[in-house]
């Protein structure tokens, strides 16, 4: 009984599923949602989709040796970007280059992605947010589960399956131990140093946050422990007020529940009688994420102010999230896709955050449309059954990246999701990036149904 209700419960994944209901056109229309432009033609996307299976495979670095501070890796890892920025291996790029890599006849490079994590973790006890000894002291949102079991979907084998779960649950420990906040919830952190605190606040005055001038140690400490703790998230962002380590993410705690469920699953995978013991924690984290995150006045789902007792109330795309998860009510996804529509959508795709104004520039803001916002953003829709919002943010997320690449012949971190333009909010100067960028590409891709001569209409 409790092995087929792990079967029934546990979402698949990956695969993107509909649900019994779908809005009618007409509908969408009357919550505000931005038409599409006119679609870019065929040959457009044709050209990225090339230009994307020539750039992932010289994204593959190879670095047995490291030095210092860089941690040598067994495996060939891909970097975000083919040179310059970004050379190292970073965790939560990994799940969205490997949605690529899986779908373009790379597997086993996504393979040694996720092998290469699972030996970091091992070493540290963390996945780090890089392969860097100095970037050991922080995490990312938790993805690790989710690469685990779409290399194992791809490609199944129990042994590696069983060795990759021992692992994982180290990651899981880390949350649960070093990151677990009074309500029950869990929060962002950082281990670092006095040391590297101190070289950090520096570098952000300099860097990230110009004429930041703090008067006292104290304050200077402070300030950077809670920017470097928000790094644990989505890198800097107007969703914590700069008080990071106060909240509980939605992002953060969405995905543990899927931790969970996942660890149901390979549980029943590998026979290991674990399945009901996993599918509680599951089921008490969804009533707490249901009673803290919910906000019922603005209709979608917030961030959670666990040292003051309250909501926050700025709406992002981790809204999504919990459609994503599958623990959102059909009611409460209807009204997530309408505050999305309002406040998040543009003529070209998301904005991460509604926009609002704010003592501080941050890159993950409005107008900034990121990758695997997108992303989430699609299979949480689709999911939910709202497929003509899917498919509609889907072809804006191709046309942008395809306008992009006629006229600048690369792909970018991010885009304006008001102008459709690589005119972002930079907090450092924007790199061209494959990584992320052509992993969405290609889902969206595939999603629309592009990329094998059909096309799916918005």
């Known amino acids: 009984m409790i092995r087929h209700l792990a079967l029934c419960l546990i979402p698949m994944l990956g695969t993107l599923q509909a649900a019994d209901f779908q809005p009618s056109l007409a509908r969408q229309a009357a919550l505000g949602c931005q038409p599409l432009e006119k679609p870019e033609n065929g040959a457009g996307v044709q050209a990225v989709l090339a230009h994307i299976q020539k750039g992932l495979p010289q994204s593959i670095k190879v670095d047995k040796n490291g030095d210092a501070d860089v ?5 060939p890892y891909t970097s975000p970007c083919i040179k310059d920025a970004f050379q190292q291996q970073f965790y939560w790029d990994t799940y969205f280059i490997n949605q690529g890599l899986l779908r373009i006849g790379l597997a086993e490079q996504a393979r040694n992605n996720v092998n290469n994590l699972l030996l970091l973790t091992d070493q540290f006890g963390i996945v780090p947010s890089a392969n860097r000894r100095s970037m050991a002291n922080r995490s990312q949102t938790p993805f690790l589960s989710q690469m685990v079991r779409d290399i194992y979907q791809d490609k199944p084998d129990a042994a590696w399956l069983k060795s990759a779960v021992a692992v994982l649950k180290k990651d899981y420990n880390f949350w649960m131990t070093k990151r677990l906040a009074p309500c029950g919830l869990n929060r962002s ?11 950090f606040y520096y570098y952000l005055a300099k860097e990230r946050f110009k004429g930041l001038a703090l008067a006292t140690k104290a304050e200077q400490f402070a300030f950077s422990s809670q920017a470097l703790s928000e790094a644990e998230t989505w890198d800097f962002t107007p969703r914590y ?14 995905n543990l529940y899927i931790y969970e469920l996942n660890f149901a699953w390979f549980s029943q995978i590998l026979g290991a009688g674990e399945e009901a013991a996993w599918l509680a924690k599951a089921e008490k984290r969804k009533a707490l994420m249901q009673e803290l995150l919910w906000n019922e006045k603005l209709g979608c789902y917030c961030d959670f102010d666990w040292k003051n007792r309250k909501q926050g109330d700025l709406v992002s795309c981790a809204t999504l999230y919990p459609l994503v998860a599958g623990f959102a009510t059909p009611q409460q996804a209807e009204q997530v896709v309408k505050a999305m529509c309002a406040k998040l959508e543009g003529a070209h795709g998301l904005a991460t955050c509604e926009q609002r104004t704010h003592p501080f520039s941050y890159q993950w803001d409005f107008p900034n449309a990121w990758p695997p916002l ?15 919002d899917a498919q509609r943010l889907a072809r804006k997320y191709v046309d942008t990246v395809v306008r992009n690449f006629v006229k600048t012949g690369d792909l970018w971190e991010k885009y304006n999701a008001v102008t459709g333009t690589i005119e972002v909010k930079d907090e450092y100067q924007m790199p061209r990036m494959m990584g992320w960028t052509a992993g969405v590409f290609v889902f969206a891709a595939d999603y629309l149904k592009l990329r094998n001569g059909g096309e799916q209409k918005p």
């Open 374 to 388: 997108q992303m989430l953003a699609i299979q949480g829709l689709d999911r939910y059954g709202f497929k003509a």
């Open 241 to 254: 007020d700069r008080r990071a380590e106060e909240y509980c993410p939605l992002d953060l705690n969405a």
């Open 71 to 75: 941690v040598g890796l067994p495996h």
């Open 189 to 199: 952190g950082n281990d670092a140093t006095e040391q590297y605190l101190m070289a």
